[in-house]
């Protein structure tokens, strides 16, 4: 079982380990207007996918503004950012923010995404919400990029990401030689 910190103590992650190289787990997640977006599986453009506790904590807001900042400029990508919030609240969340270059994703209903990502934290004070993840997921379906924050109340590696992102759509490579 995979763990991850909760300020200074260990919790653990429940649901299926996926790692790099891995085909990503085909799941769907409710968007802000009750529609449905797919997370992973072959979609002819990259994903990356942002997973956070709630988008009502500074640390999960902070990091929603940077991607969409940073995703206006990456070209044939996708950025999801995920979390258990309801949809009208991260619809508020968007509105308030400015939020207008990414989607954000809702898992409350099945936690189908945390489940099949092993992202769900299993016990302590945030046992039901999901901890702070990305993943690169390519063109052809395949997980390139994993970081599961070793801490869920710091910032992720945005750096590590972005690259994994870059190279993910990169016109000089298929995205499936990695």
Do not use: W
Not at 120 to 128: K, N, Q, S, T
Not at 143 to 149: F, L, S
Request: with cysteine; charged share 20%; glycine share 8%.
């Amino acid at each position: 079982m995979a763990t991850t910190m909760l300020k200074g103590n260990v919790v653990n992650l429940a649901g299926n380990e996926i790692n790099v190289g891995d085909k990503a787990p085909v799941v769907k997640v409710v968007a802000k207007d009750l529609s449905e977006i797919q997370i992973g599986g072959e979609q002819g453009k990259a994903q990356i996918v942002v997973i956070v506790p709630s988008l009502d904590t500074p640390v999960c807001a902070a990091e929603t503004r940077k991607f969409n900042v940073e995703a206006a400029k990456v070209e044939n990508a996708e950025v999801v950012v995920v979390s258990m919030d309801l949809p009208f609240a991260m619809g508020r969340f968007c509105t308030t923010e400015g939020i207008e270059n990414l989607q954000v994703g809702s898992d409350f209903r099945a936690k189908d995404l945390a489940h099949n990502y092993g992202v769900l934290i299993a016990d302590g004070p945030l046992a039901g919400v999901t901890c702070r993840a990305i993943f690169v997921i390519n063109a052809s379906g395949v997980v390139t990029y994993k970081d599961i924050c070793a801490e869920i109340t710091e910032e992720p590696n945005y750096e590590g990401a972005l690259a994994a992102i870059k190279e993910a759509t990169s016109t000089s490579c298929c995205g499936t030689c990695h």
